[in-house]
């Protein structure tokens, strides 16, 4: 890699935000009871939009160097120097992470935007604020940090934002303890993260080449190749600990749990934290040490599998939840699953472009689930909605489209990005069949689930508001004068079509939903590979055969120049491996044949839902509808083991350890005691009795003590004559 | 008039407390001014002694040293490195700080604040003391007034609380006062200068080092203190006021591996190298891992802050023995953030507690709602304690940690995993106490004031501070400890113990 270009101002996409985070933070209470919500919306708003543009400006920046040269760093200041480690706070854009700002700062501006909107009537805004802003920071240092320890301070620091926005209306106890969850299950990942980080430090400074420095360890990571740790390859080993700490930020089996339980917090929230940015963040790691992960193909074959495990699992669990946030919350966890499978084949540029749509459509099938949350007044279950798309017509037709692109239709985003794995699980030397077969059904299942909430939502009657005591017919009523709702039917329950500050980002999402995929048109279409070509540098990897370096040069025209001819292209596409083309329709059959069968079931009412569930005595409907119980197995076992040992832990810290010591004390008490009963009875007796004796004895004696000389002479004689007689025998 | 800062910040307290014993006894408002302005000069100083601190030189500065005992070869020898300024400088801000902590105190006034400015004296001279002898004097003359103040102005179990820490530590100080002889005596001509005993540590035998060691590590062991000897802690602090809680876990268990560091290190490195694994390793990650979990069991709110107190001191004895830049600079500067960090949490359940009047985690609920800037603090320190990275604690951990992995890989995966139980206890106990419907019982509670606000703000600073930019304290500690660490390591070369000399790996 090439010498970084200097600038100064690449710290500022993560200060302004920080910035807006800690004015809000300290004086936001006060500024919004002086100024108005309004003030702190601008106060949130500003720096984002600000970030968005310098990361704009770093883009165009980079596309006017060569492909080889694009690379700029900010060195802010010294962080942490101690003996061979020198770390700086530093950041780095490359054409990786020049994508992710991107998207963090343009569909996160977009959602601090929707979220005035949305929450219109949340009395302590400023902390809303204050958080997301924060959470911004921290993402964007996660993306720019220049080192390994860099990037985990935003890695924690987006886990932290995640706690307080899950539990952001911390007075229900379940939001807080899903917050806690959330957190707790991200510590178990970060955990992997730094061990993973301890020993790639410490492995190459076996070489005296210790780094934490993103572009010295691609530089130097050959070092390890001979090295082992506990046995096994360092890389293995280094890449394994690297892939725990993604399994937790980005939900992956077996630490997906706690995004589910993550829909607890406000709706922008989630299609922000927990769709478009910060679990991808698990991606973003792996692509951005591609370099060492290439080195380490059992760890790819470990990525690959669990991705795939994931991508099936979660969205067999997709279809059967009825709450409309859980829905999108599984099937985010799939498709980063798909994510996954991109990056155990090797295929990273793949990856990062599913992630780049995926952040596309998923934040708008949030923030559209978030309109119909708003307009129906916190209402999450889908079986009171229905009808929508009369009420909510810009909603539904974002929520439409997005669908569509999730479920893999061409010639949306989602069916280019996630194709292109699918074609690359197929044909990666790293990849395999069953990966194909079992992504497909996932896709698939994706395309049911989708049609099924966008039919439970959108289509049919209006089920909401009986419970309010309104009978069908009253609803049909106000139906067929939609238009009038507002005019006083006197009961106010009709869904309306939410503010323009919340349906403005649904359409610029959705547009992006439509578009994006054409930014990486794959050969077989006719393409360029734009995305693959603008990342080839960074992922330098065999991954994408496609890619040029001649196309990698285009400039910023040249780009432009060649989306439109990509554009065109698609309809007719000039030939290519066959098999792609047969693969490629197989899955877009599957995919539409899911929403035949969601058609088929919710909108026809052919067959009733009820037999599903049946099947198979409903063994594998209960299995799905509770999530295969994994919530309950690590209830049963680690948290309730965890807790067990503290407890048995504090006994035996209580009864043994300090009853030890208070043991010792009582026998040195009873000890004492003794002595002290023995000095009293012994050895003061033994005294006492010496004296007591002499005393005896002396009153005895004095009988013979007179005085009288006579009595002297008189016991002298006897003594004398004892002895004599004595001597004499 | 002395000219070294260090000799009057050691006994300026004590001029304070000569003072406040002159004073009428009901002059409440009179004595704490006195002692808030003998604890003043001291830290003044040791923001200047902070700016002209030689960053470059291992040696000691602001020495001292003139004969005090003559026959004995005593002497008034003090001075400061790298090791010792950063607990000089904690020990300054925390008495300051503890002086306005103990503001509430209506019992005894005059006594407890006497006693208050004594203590801080004796704490200041054990961290200056470079004479054995000395060294002693102020590590005893410390046991007394932390036994006065725990023993009456404590809780319901003072009593027993306060002979236990007495007891304890004495068990500690007659090992020390052995060992002291035994090297006074050891060596001709007989000294107790710590630094002429260090030069002399090459002539130690073997078997000499081995007892020394042991006898001194379980003197310091106990203040720590480390697993077994750790139970007179949660008592201690549980009936303490709130004020000598904040001194006890910031300032006084540093004692403990500051004595390892200052004493059992460079006088003693063959014993260390020999027992570094055992004694200090395996112990520190029991500590952490233990404590953690032990934290977790507790229903005590400072019981449970107590515990956490454990663990954290854990990193230190891990980070001490792991023999790298990284490790050993990461244990000092831990020091140095569990004090300023502990310090806010005992700081913050005395807040909770002068309200309530009970710290039973499962007896509140919803504070949130109530105190909302309480709770802010409360969040601040508490994610100080689990080590989030932008917080102080986050450096130093993440430095022993990593230090710990060149030899003690397994030892450091077991202690990292710490991490998960640190975020256990304290989001629950966060949940517990802060989060939820607000608790009917406590709607009223006011919100923290502004003597309340004005402790934590230093010591909120130093922890945002230190956690974004924490290169003047390694600045500070880095070029001593590097030397103590070349001299414990080329120790193991050619010394009595040159079998064992070198660090256990056991990767």
Partial sequence: MSHPIEVGYLRWIVLLPLLGAIINGLFGAHIQKRLGRGAIAAIACTPVAIAFLISVSA????????????????DMSKWIHVGDLKLNLAFWVDPLSCTLILVVTGIGGLIHLYSVGYLDDEPSIWRYFAYLNLFTAA?????????????????EGVGLCSYALIGFWYKDLNNATAGSKAFIVNRIGDFGFVLGMFALYWCLDESGQGTLIFRELAERVHLISDQKVFGIAAATFITLAFFVGATGKSAQIPLYVWLPDAMAGPTPVSALIHAATMVTAGVYMIARMSFLFDMAPDTLAVIATIGTATAFLAATI????????????????????????????????????????????????????GSIIHALHHEQDMRNMGGLKKYMPITFLTFF???????????????????????????SPHGSGWIWLFGSMAAGFTAFYMFRQVFLTFFGEYRGGQAHGHGHADHGHAADHAHAVHGGHGHGQEPHESSKVITGPLVLLALGAILTGFLNVPGALGGHHIFDNWLAPVLQAGSHGA?????????????????????????????????????????????????????????????????????????????VYNKYYVDE????????GTLALSRILSAFDRWIIDGAVNGAAAVVRVVARVEGAFDTYVVDGAVNLVGAVSLWAGNRMRAIQTGHIYSYLYAIVIGVAVVLFVRLI | MPTNPLTWMIFLPLLGAAVILCLPRNAHQLIKSVAAAATVPPLLMAFSLFQSFDRTIADMQYVTKIPWIASFNIEYFIGVDGISITMVLLTALLSFICIFASWGIEKAVKGYFALFLLLDTAMMGVFCALDFFLFFVFWEVMLLPMYFLIGIWGGPRREYAAIKFFLYTMVGSVLMLVVMLALYFYNDPHTFDLLELAKRAPTYSATFQRFAWLALFIGFAIKIPAFPFHTWLPDAHVEAPTAISVILAGVLLKMGTYGILRINYPILPQGTLEFAYWCLVA??????????????????????????????????????ATFTSQGIDGAVLQMFNHGTVTAMLFLLVGVIYDRAHHREINGFGGIAGIMPFYTGWTALAFFAAMGLPGLSAFISEVL????????????????????????????????????GAPNEKYLTLPDISAREVFTLVPLGILVVVLGVYPQPILDLIGVSLHKLNEVVLSAGQGGPLASTGTPPIVR
């Fill in chain 2, 400 to 435: 022993v940690l990593l230090g710990g992995w060149r030899y003690y890989p397994v030892m450091t995966l077991i202690a990292a995993s710490a991490v998960v139980l640190t975020a256990g206890y304290m989001l629950w106990t966060m949940q517990r106490i802060y989060l």
């Fill in chain 1, 318 to 369: 997709g279809v059967a939840q009825w709450d409309i946030k859980k829905v999108l919350a599984y099937s985010t966890v799939s498709q980063l699953g798909f994510m996954f499978i991109a990056m155990g084949v090797g295929a990273y540029s793949a990856g990062i472009f599913h992630l780049f749509t995926h952040a596309f459509f998923k934040a708008c099938l949030f923030l559209g689930s």
């Fill in chain 1, 401 to 427: 489209v997005s669908t569509l692109a999730i479920a893999g239709i061409p010639p949306f985003a989602g069916f280019f990005s996630k194709d292109e794995i699918l074609w690359k699980a197929w044909s």
């Fill in chain 1, 547 to 623: 890619a040029s370096p001649a196309h990698g040069a285009a400039g910023a025209h040249g780009v432009a120049s060649e989306l439109a001819a990509d554009v065109e292209h698609v309809a007719h596409s000039v030939a290519h491996d066959p098999f792609e083309y047969i693969l490629m329709s197989v899955s877009v059959g599957i995919a539409l044949f899911g929403i035949f069968l969601a058609w088929l079931v919710y909108e026809k009412k052919a067959i009733s839902p009820e037999r599903f569930s049946e099947v198979l005595g409903g063994v594998p409907y209960n299995l």
């Fill in chain 1, 633 to 640: 197995v690590y209830q049963a076992t680690l948290i309730r």
């Fill in chain 1, 59 to 74: 883009f165009f920046q980079l596309l006017g160097l060569e492909p080889n040269q694009r690379f700029l760093l900010d």
């Fill in chain 2, 283 to 320: 112990l520190g990650v029991l500590n952490i891992v233990y404590g953690a979990l032990c934290a977790m069991a507790q229903t005590d709110f400072k019981k449970l802050i107590a515990y956490s107190s454990i663990s954290h001191m854990g990193y230190v004895m891990f980070g001490m």
């Fill in chain 1, 139 to 155: 993402m964007l240092t996660l993306v720019l940090g220049d080192s390994l320890l860099v990037m985990f301070v935003g890695w």
